[in-house]
């Protein structure tokens, strides 16, 4: 279970920087498992997600807002989702 995942912008930034987006992930890391949350897996749960995974995540939480993901069942009969970010635009 992801906790944290970043976007669009860090994938990018990760090409540029990967030293410094290593850290930055691991300082958020540190930061979180210093709150005494349950890190099983830390490097899983805090993270720099897919642009699949980044749609999909919007796609699941549109659906359960609007009540319709448990509803009915159908996903050809939920909302669409149209997300235009700074760096990538997802549909």
Known sequence: MDIIGG???LRLFEMQNSSYTNDLLNGTRAY???LG???K???NQVRIISGSEEGLSGWISTNIL???LFKN???S???AVSDMGGMVTII
Do not use: I, R
Request: hydrophobic share 30%; aromatic share 14%.
């Open 37 to 39: 949350l349950l890190f």
């Open 73 to 75: 069942n159908k996903p």
């Open 7 to 9: 976007t669009a912008g």
């Open 41 to 43: 897996s830390p490097e």
């Open 77 to 79: 009969e939920t909302y």
């Open 32 to 34: 979180f498992s210093s």
């Open 66 to 68: 609007m009540g319709e």
